[in-house]
């Protein structure tokens, strides 16, 4: 599975920006997908993610700020942010935990993708 992210750039605090990312490959279906992202020096944190099923899960720095959606038909995520913060600057990457279909289902088995990292820079 392959995942290609857009969206990014910079932003002054206040605004806002829209990540998407897109999944492509064969014979697989998403289970997990969303976000992460990495400042720097610091480790990889769970921005955003949500399930197949559609539960979200935000972590406590974004919420109220950030909406991430999901469109399971196209394989796609989105993640809207708006009244970013400096403390927001970051490389961001898409995530997707996917089952790959083998031809005998029994063969099935998942797989953890991540996209290449997009850019957010929000100034004071």
């Known amino acids: 599975v392959q995942l290609q992210a857009s969206g990014g750039g910079l932003v002054q605090a206040g605004g806002s920006l829209s990540l998407s990312c897109v999944a492509s490959g064969m014979r697989f279906s998403i289970n997990d997908m969303g976000w992460y992202r990495q400042a720097p020096d610091k480790e990889r944190e769970l921005v955003a993610r949500v399930t197949r099923g559609g539960s979200i899960y935000y972590a406590d720095s974004v919420k109220g700020r950030f909406t991430v959606s999901r469109d399971n038909a196209e394989n796609s995520v989105i993640l809207q942010m708006n009244n970013l913060k400096p403390e927001d600057t970051a490389v961001y990457y898409c995530?997707?935990?996917?089952?790959?279909?083998?031809?005998?289902?029994?063969?099935?088995?998942?797989?953890?993708?991540w996209g290449q990292g997009t850019l957010v820079t929000v100034s004071s």
């Open positions: 995530y997707a935990e996917s089952t790959i279909h083998a031809l005998s289902p029994k063969y099935d088995y998942n797989r953890d993708s």
